[in-house]
């Protein structure tokens, strides 16, 4: 439920498929509640990355197409097998790493596409980090936190990108893997191995990169089911 500000008016609201809220308080297989982020709201924790942050707090115009597609993103990313079968653990963290990985695969799809393209994943990923911000706001975080936290969730995403980026560009599969050993089991005191997840996110690109650019341009993108 949104809440009324100072003069008792209530915020104008838009649904971004699943919020980060939701998917925190549940197991990542389990049915998730809908949450609702405040359009317009500023978050200056990360401002240096206008790749993550260019458009955060704008009016989006393509509302109904990120909607889609945003939904489509978040579904696959709670899909039970990642953490069922490929070693990702079903915790907040966890969650939030499936999260990244999904969003970065379809912004590395969105590369090299028009505008429109382009400009509906830079919206994607303000949604993200908008659901992000007020999720941790909604469990009760001290707004002077908030900016210290988006800021280093912002930074771990961003470095993320750019670690995945370095093996998927060779088609280095052990290097993904261990990349994701290294993001997603950080104090792990023995091997994991994350080579199957490694496989599915190579198989992902591969999946959007089959899409046509109207597919894209239209919020319809999907990501396939692991094997």
Avoid at 1 to 13: E, S
Avoid at 44 to 64: D, H, S, W, Y
Wanted: charged letters at 25%; proline letters at 4%.
């Amino acid at each position: 439920m949104a809440h009324a500000d100072r003069r008792g008016a209530v915020p104008k609201v838009a649904t971004f498929g699943i919020a980060i809220r939701a998917c925190f308080g549940k197991p990542a297989f389990e049915i998730m509640q809908q949450g609702r982020t405040p359009l317009g709201a500023q978050n200056e924790a990360f401002p240096e990355k206008t790749m993550i942050f260019g458009l955060f707090g704008k009016k989006n115009n393509n509302q109904v197409i990120v909607d889609r597609q945003y939904q489509a993103l978040t579904s696959a990313a709670r899909m039970p097998e990642f953490y069922e079968r490929l070693n990702v653990p079903d915790t907040v963290m966890g969650r939030f790493e499936m999260l990244s990985a999904v969003m970065i695969l379809f912004f590395r799809r969105t590369r090299t596409s028009g505008t429109s393209g382009q400009e509906i994943a830079q919206e994607i990923v303000d949604a993200f980090f908008q659901d992000i911000d007020y999720s941790i706001r909604e469990l009760g975080i001290g707004d002077n936190t908030v900016p210290k936290r988006m800021k280093k969730l912002a930074g771990m995403f961003y470095g993320r990108l750019e670690a995945y980026a370095k093996a998927m560009d060779t088609r280095d599969a052990e290097g993904l893997a261990a990349a994701l050993v290294r993001n997603i089991h950080p104090k792990a005191n023995e091997p994991v191995d994350m080579r199957g997840l490694a496989d599915w996110m190579f198989v992902a690109e591969d999946h959007l990169l089959s899409q046509s650019e109207d597919v894209i341009a239209t919020g319809s993108a999907t990501l396939p089911k692991v094997a």
